[in-house]
């Protein structure tokens, strides 16, 4: 079995407020079947056609309930027709206190043949159907993501409250800075596929020009994102740290995917299945759950057994208990470093920066800088500002007519930047594209 995504959700709840959810999800549970064909979804288990599925579908129901708690248990499985069976697990877990609901979703080989699932897995419906019935839904003390992009755009408190988040050393959960710069973003629709396909697992923020600037000025170049690029920034894990992060550049984004709609699915795709796969890893069901079902297994105990064994028959529950909370401690560890393992793969199997001296460089959104030589061409643009210098970047040339290139005059903080970026200030000539965007792109000729 390959755990593809797992989602976690809660919100506190009075008692009755619970009972009345948990009726709500239940019902919502049942319709979400009878969608995929199941006739009955009522009873405990059953068999159906699946609709959405290629083949045979089953479900079946748990209810546990005890002085701990209660634990009710929703579990799909769907065969698809290419020897995969697709398992989506919803558990809803009540601990007097609070409701949480942990979901995962699973493949499993028909065959038993050992070969890694390449799915792209999506949120089940009815998770967006249980997100969406109820607003008070947490992230463990966290908000949880909001299925739209935030508008983050430059010189609102926005941009700084995004820098903030970035920064925060409490944040549990990756989130996704998409630059939607005029001139370079590649997908218009990339912000709200994202923040759709990346519901309760990653937060979106869409930021323009100036924004980037903020970005520039408040994380560093190394931590920035601009020119229509894309980065994820992890949760901090070492405290005092910068967050790891992932740049796509608008060029690299092209050049990997295309313009086309096609390209922008394909991804959205590959984010959800990184974000998905590394919540698989990571996320563990609340603690609760085996206590409620413990102190069921007791209760239960405590009926048939004479009263003189049942604290042998308590002893041997907790002695189980402590031996399963173990076990997940180890397995959760075992996730983590398995975690890391995955990401710093990620990060070696990034396409290395292009390093060939050839035509404009495409602006790398890092620090690789490689000086300018003499009798070069070379285009920049601004993407931030210390003091009375603007930040630059050597970037690809607009698709502008000539005629939108005038001398640049009295560019003071521009020149400042390029003999800052460059290390020299003897260029024969710069001039300034009147038709780009924002701070403008910049045309010097060493
Ligand atoms: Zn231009």
């Known amino acids: 079995m390959q755990d ?15 009972l009345e959810r948990l009726v709500q999800i239940e019902n919502q549970v049942s319709s979400w079947l009878i969608e995929k064909g199941a006739t009955s979804p009522i009873q405990t288990q059953g068999k159906f056609i699946s609709l959405t599925g290629d083949g045979a579908g089953n479900y079946h129901k748990k209810d546990t309930t005890s002085d701990a708690g209660i634990f009710k248990e929703y579990s799909l499985t769907e065969e698809s027709g290419r020897d995969q069976i697709f398992t989506t697990k919803i558990q809803a877990i009540y601990d007097n206190k609070e409701l949480t609901i942990y979901t995962s979703l699973s493949i499993t080989s028909a065959s038993n043949t050992v070969t890694p699932h390449l799915v792209f897995p999506r949120c089940p419906k009815i998770i967006r159907t249980i997100l969406a019935n109820f ?63 990346l519901i309760a697992l990653s937060q979106i923020y869409v930021i323009d020009e100036e924004g980037s600037w903020t970005l520039t000025d408040e994380l560093g170049k190394q931590n920035s994102c601009y020119l229509g690029a894309v980065r994820l920034y992890w949760p901090i894990t070492d405290k005092g740290k910068d967050p790891d992060s992932i740049v796509w550049t608008a060029g690299k984004l092209q050049q990997a995917f295309g313009e086309s709609n ?166 024969r000539s710069m001039q300034h594209c009147s038709r780009c965007t924002g701070g403008g792109r910049w045309k010097v000729q060493w």
């Open 262 to 427: 096609k390209g922008l699915k394909k991804f959205c795709g590959n984010i959800r299945r990184m974000i998905m796969s590394t919540a698989a890893l990571t996320l563990s069901a609340p603690k609760s759950l085996r206590e409620i079902q413990n102190s069921a297994t007791i209760e239960r105990l405590k009926k048939l057994e004479d009263s003189a064994r049942d604290e042998e028959l308590t002893e041997i529950v907790e002695e189980n208990y402590r031996l399963e909370g173990e076990l997940a401690e180890t397995k959760a560890l075992i996730a983590r470093l398995q975690w890391k393992i995955n990401h710093l793969e990620s990060q070696t199997t990034a396409p290395p920066p292009d390093d060939e001296e050839s035509e404009p460089r495409e602006a790398a959104n890092d620090e690789t800088h490689i000086q300018a030589k003499s009798g070069e061409l070379r285009y920049y643009k601004k993407i931030g500002k210390k003091g009375d210098t603007d930040t630059l970047v050597v970037t690809a040339p607009c698709n502008h007519p000539s005629s939108c290139w005038t001398p640049a005059h009295k560019a003071i903080q521009a020149e400042k930047g390029l003999q800052k970026l460059e290390g020299r200030d003897d260029w």
């Open 4 to 18: 593809l995504a797992k989602y976690s959700f809660n919100a506190e709840l009075s008692d009755e407020k619970a």
């Open 135 to 197: 607003s008070d839904w947490k992230f463990g003390d966290e908000h949880l993501p909001i299925p739209r992009p935030i508008n983050a755009m430059g010189g609102r408190e926005e941009t700084y409250a995004l820098c903030d988040e970035i920064l925060n050393p409490r944040r549990r959960l990756p989130l996704i800075v998409i630059s939607l710069d005029a001139d370079e973003a590649v997908w218009n629709e990339l912000p709200s596929s994202l923040a759709n396909d």
